[in-house]
């Protein structure tokens, strides 16, 4: 079975450039959600979908950043303008149903450099 | 801060012994999950407990949930190499619609 897809699995970039993260959900789960891991601050969640509305964002850093889930198999994480704090590695995880006993699938991450 | 303490952050050990990694809280969780991260790659479950005293075991890892659902270990009997990883805890706090608390993790190095 697919598991959660995430691209690119590396990006480079300068600052105040558009950056767009994306993912494909696992076929089936209902909810999303996305994370920066950094060293600094470990693994932290930014906003969370269920069956594609966004449920909690005040993870979200700031207004440069935004997310959207148009359908149930693809999500975007976008950063416009980027800046070189927002270097990170960016996961993208599914679940089966949104209870806090369900598992998270964790894509491979998007690895995002801002010079 | 942290709603989940890991401890230890950095553990180095050789191929063979025991090891005991710890997540703490001042918070009660639904239930508690182990994740484990390896380099290049997204954290992958290990185990979910959702009863406090729950005691689980996976081959040579063994998970336990304390009374008060507020904290949890995981051990690991005779480490090998490929137990090398960031561990990961993550809670779920009531009526959190699914939303996991991370620990920051403890990296264990498993020598030959």
């Known amino acids: 079975d697919a598991g959660v897809i995430q691209s690119p699995r590396h990006e480079v970039t300068e600052m105040g450039q558009e950056v767009t993260l994306r993912c494909k959900p696992i076929?089936?789960?209902?909810?999303l959600f996305w994370y920066r891991q950094t060293m600094m601050r470990g693994l932290e969640l930014l906003i969370y979908?269920?069956?594609?509305?966004?449920?909690?964002d005040s993870g979200m850093p700031e207004d440069r950043f935004s997310a959207k889930m148009p359908n149930a198999s693809f999500s975007t994480l976008k950063i416009q303008p980027s800046e070189p704090r927002d270097s990170a590695v960016y996961f993208c995880?599914?679940?089966?149903?949104?209870?806090?006993?369900?598992?998270?699938?964790f894509g491979d991450g998007t690895r995002l450099s801002i010079l | 801060t942290q709603l989940l303490e890991q401890s230890p952050q950095f553990l180095s050990i050789q191929e063979g012994e025991n090891l005991t990694v710890y997540c703490n809280s001042s918070?009660?969780?639904?239930?508690l999950q182990w994740y484990r991260q390896e380099p290049g790659e997204g954290p992958v479950l290990l185990v979910t407990?959702?009863?406090?005293?729950e005691v689980k075991k996976l081959k040579r890892l063994t998970f336990q949930f304390g009374d008060a659902r507020k904290d949890s270990s995981l051990h690991i009997t005779a480490a090998q190499p490929g137990d090398t990883g960031l561990y990961l805890c993550a809670g779920a706090l009531t009526d959190s619609w699914g939303k996991l608390q991370f620990g920051a993790g403890t990296q264990v190095v498993v020598t030959p």
């Open positions: 407990v959702v009863t406090g005293g």
């Open positions: 979908f269920n069956n594609n509305v966004p449920i909690d």
């Open positions: 076929s089936g789960h209902n909810s």
């Open positions: 918070s009660v969780f639904s239930s």
């Open positions: 995880a599914s679940g089966g149903t949104v209870r806090g006993n369900q598992p998270q699938h």
